[in-house]
């Protein structure tokens, strides 16, 4: 049987806004803030759809503060993705795609021990989040449209 494909994010009337540290995130009704279920210490922010048992989705933010604004390319945003891969040991990127759009982003899949990992480096010119999203190998395209929507549209707050 071919798991279900969760919907995107097209239709705001089953969507909701949820606002965490530094983020205000557009997410489906379904989802919900899990950080504290996943983390005591409440870092990094992760969201999951409780009634589906697939992945995770995590933000860890670095907000701009003062002095000279940052304002990365994509250019710059790939490269940090590229060395985030090579850290963490997660093979060769694939899937690999940049957004020039507010916000701008780099991203990349890698396959790695049986899980799928979708990485994210976000960026509105001033604040950056490393986006990372987490499932097994063969569920990878049950949610990757919904966490694709929600880097899509989120957006940095002071």
Known sequence: MTPRRENSLTNKAKSKII???????EVPL??????????????PITL?????DVGALQFSIA???????????????MSMLREF??????????NIAVSEGQPKYA??????????????????GRSFALVTYVCEWKDRNIQFDTCQGIVEKLAFRS
């Open 63 to 77: 907000q701009y503060k003062s002095g000279k604004i940052p304002n990365p390319t994509t250019k710059d945003l």
């Open 85 to 94: 891969g090579l850290r963490e040991q997660l093979g060769e990127p694939m």
């Open 19 to 25: 606002a965490v540290e530094g983020l205000t995130l």
């Open 48 to 52: 999951a759809n409780p009634n589906e």
């Open 107 to 124: 991203r990349a899949s890698f396959r790695s021990k049986g899980d799928f990992v979708c990485a994210w480096y976000v960026s509105d």
């Open 30 to 43: 379904q989802w919900e803030d899990v950080t504290r279920e996943m983390s005591p210490s409440g870092y």
